[in-house]
């Protein structure tokens, strides 16, 4: 659902979802809580998508620095690929 009101345009904020620069502009974690854990999902705005980088189990207070690593790896290849 919260995927789908990104999709449509809508910003979403606290408790929803938190601005990470920490990753790059435009760059959002949306958080999302199950029964049984705390799932996040890490994605940029575009103009014309919702770039989905990672989504994992939260397990810590902390972003894990791989997936920091990852994300940030994840993006520089796309870009590098949107001009090329």
């Not at 999709?7 to 199950?34: A, K, N, T, V, W």
Request: hydrophobic residues 35%; glycine residues 6%.
């Amino acid at each position: 659902m919260l995927l789908r009101r990104l999709q449509d345009g809508e910003h979403l904020g606290m408790p929803h979802s938190r601005p990470l620069p920490s990753i790059g502009p435009r760059c959002h974690e949306l958080r999302i809580r199950d029964e049984a854990r705390n799932w996040r999902i890490l994605y940029r705005v575009d103009e014309d998508a919702i770039v989905i980088v990672e989504v994992f189990a939260k397990k810590t207070q902390k972003l894990p620095k791989e997936v920091l690593k990852r994300c940030i790896s994840r993006l520089k290849n796309l870009d590098g690929l949107s001009r090329g």
